[in-house]
C-alpha cells in the first residue's frame, strides 16, 4: 500500500483547507517544488497534486508550477486534480510528465466526459469521489449532488477509468481519523483500485487502512497530518508498505 503525500497549491503556495473550505486555509510553504522534494526524499513512491484555484475556476491556475514538479521529479509517478474539465488539459498534463489526471466535477455532472476520456487516455485517468453521508460533492466541495458514491463508483468502473480517490469530506483536513467502514464499502463494491483521502492523522490510521488493504485499497493520501508533524511521513510510508494489496 502506497503512503502518497498530498501538495495543494493555492496562489502559487502550498496549503491544507478545513473541509474544502477555501477561506479556511493554512500556508506551509511559499516553495512547492522544494515541499515536493522532501517528499520525495522522505521516501514518497507517488504525489499528489491539487490546483485548489483551478478546482474553483474551472480550468487550471497552478499548472506551471505543476510541470515544475514533474520536471524535477521525472521518476515520481504524479496525480493531479483541480480544474481538469477537457481533453486538452488532460493532454497538456500527460505531455508534460504527469502520470494520471484526477476527474472531479465534470465527472459527476457529465458522466460521459468520463468514458470519453478513458477511452482516448486509457490508464491514465482516476476519478476523485469526494462525499458527505455518502453523497458526492462537485464543485470544489462546495455544492452536494444527489448521487451515490457507490453507484457512480460502479459507473466509472465500466467505463475504463484507473482508479478511484475517495475522500469523506466530514474528515478532510479534520485530523479526525479516517472513514474506514466507508472506504472499505466502497473498494468491495468495485473491482479497480481504491486510494483513501481525508483524515489520516497517526500511524493508527495508516495500520486500520494496513487491514483493508486486501479489498483493493492501494493507498492512502495524507495531507495536514504530515505538515503539522502528527504523522511522521518516512515512517508512515514503510509502515503502508508492509499491507498487501490483492488484485
Known amino acids: ?36 522534494g522532501k517528499w520525495v526524499a522522505a521516501g514518497a513512491k507517488r504525489l499528489h497534486l491539487v490546483d485548489l484555484d483551478g478546482a474553483f475556476a474551472g480550468k487550471p491556475k497552478n499548472a506551471g508550477i505543476i510541470h515544475e514538479i514533474a520536471e524535477a521529479y521525472p521518476d515520481v509517478p504524479l496525480q493531479v486534480g483541480g480544474g481538469i474539465r477537457d481533453e486538452d488539459t488532460v493532454q497538456e498534463y500527460l505531455n508534460a510528465g ?31 469521489l469526494d462525499a458527505r453521508d455518502g453523497k458526492v460533492a462537485i464543485d470544489g466541495w462546495s455544492k452536494l449532488s444527489r448521487h451515490d458514491v457507490i453507484d457512480l463508483a460502479q459507473q466509472f468502473e465500466a467505463d475504463g477509468v484507473e482508479a478511484i480517490i475517495y475522500t469523506d469530506i466530514s474528515r478532510d483536513g479534520m485530523m479526525g481519523g479516517v472513514n474506514i467502514a466507508a472506504t472499505e464499502k466502497l473498494a468491495r ?19 486500520a487502512l494496513g487491514k483493508i488493504a486486501q ?23 514503510k509502515l503502508a508498505e508492509q499491507y498487501k494489496v490483492l488484485p
Open 98 to 128: 504527469v502520470s494520471y489526471v484526477i476527474i472531479g466535477t465534470r465527472a459527476v455532472s457529465e458522466p460521459h466526459f468520463v468514458s470519453d476520456v478513458a477511452a482516448e487516455f486509457p490508464s491514465h485517468v482516476i476519478i476523485g
Open 189 to 207: 463494491a468495485i473491482h479497480i483500485p481504491v486510494i483513501a483521502s481525508g483524515g489520516i492523522t497517526n500511524l493508527d490510521d495508516i495500520v
Open 1 to 36: 500500500m502506497l503512503l502518497i503525500p498530498a501538495i495543494d497549491l493555492k496562489d502559487g503556495k502550498c496549503v491544507r483547507l478545513r473541509q474544502g473550505r477555501m477561506e479556511d486555509d493554512t500556508v506551509f510553504s511559499d516553495d512547492p517544488v522544494a515541499v515536493a
Open 215 to 237: 479489498e483493493g485499497v492501494i493507498g492512502a493520501i495524507t495531507g495536514r497530518a504530515i505538515y503539522e508533524g502528527t504523522l511522521d511521513f518516512a515512517a508512515g510510508a
